[in-house]
Structures are given as structure tokens and as C-alpha cells.
């Protein structure tokens, strides 16, 4: 059985206990976790927005990992890689949103989404590695926190 059948059981099996009524989600936190790179593009960023304006999220939580394959290349490196076996330089170059450094990444990625207007000033944003080694989150604080401390 592949994985996208193993998902269609498990929903039919959560579809026998389905409750439509549940409403909007609670407790009103958006987590924002393994996007590309993980990074906050655009497309993440609007339904922060949201998340944010229309349904209510009173926290966004970013959560990047230790170990992650973004790490491993850089754009220029991805794209060259991928021309190679297809033959195909035509597609303009890409960006895989690739990063070394998952602090300083997810320091950039806390800015990003504290930096929109349309993020309510009042909603905290903050950022966290998750270990893959032992499964613990470490906070990392933006750069104005470490400041202040």
C-alpha cells in the first residue's frame, strides 16, 4: 500500500468520527512548519494574514528543524544540478529558498512575518528548532529580544 492510500484509509477512518460542528480552529495559534526551506514566501505570508485578521490567531509560531535538506545546497547549486539531467536550461533560475544557518534563518523568517503591516502588532511572532535528534524545541529569540535581554 503507498502512502497517499495509507492517508485515504486514515480519512476514512477520521471521517466515522467527523464532528462538522467543530467551528473555527482554537487555541489561535498559526504554526508555520516545513515549507521550503522552512521559509516565509509569499504565499505563507498571506494566510498568516488571514489567519491573523479573519480568523482570530492571536500567535504565530515558526518552527524550523535541525538537519533539514535546505541546508545541504545553495540555489545556484540546485539549479545547475537540475539543468544537468534533463538537459533543459530554459526555466529561469529558480530559488529553493536553501539557507545554512537554521537560527539565523528562522531570526529572518520571525522578522519577515513581524515586519508585515498587516500583522497585528499585538501578536506575538516567534521561532523555534526542532531537534530531530531528541525531539525538544529551542526557542530562538529575533535579534530585538536578544538585544533587550
Not at 10 to 19: E, F, L, S, V
Request: charged share 25%.
Amino acid at each position: 500500500m503507498s502512502i497517499i492510500d495509507e492517508a485515504l484509509e486514515a480519512n476514512c477512518n477520521y471521517a466515522k468520527h467527523y464532528d462538522p460542528t467543530f467551528g473555527r480552529p482554537t487555541p489561535k495559534t498559526a504554526v508555520v512548519i516545513r515549507t521550503g526551506g522552512p521559509a516565509v514566501t509569499e504565499d505563507v505570508l498571506a494566510e498568516l494574514i488571514v489567519s491573523n485578521r479573519v480568523l482570530g490567531t492571536t500567535e504565530i509560531m515558526l518552527l524550523n528543524h535541525i538537519g533539514c535538506g535546505f541546508t545541504t545546497f545553495t540555489n545556484d547549486e540546485m539549479n545547475t544540478k537540475l539543468k544537468a539531467p534533463t538537459g533543459d536550461a530554459s526555466p529561469a533560475s529558480m530559488r529553493f529558498f536553501s539557507y545554512k544557518d537554521p537560527e539565523e534563518n528562522t531570526r529572518e523568517q520571525i522578522k519577515k512575518v513581524r515586519s508585515h503591516p498587516w500583522i497585528a502588532k499585538e501578536v506575538p511572532v516567534r521561532g523555534f528548532i526542532f531537534d530531530v535528534e531528541n525531539g525538544r524545541l529551542s526557542e530562538v529569540k529575533a535579534l530585538e529580544q536578544e538585544r533587550a535581554a
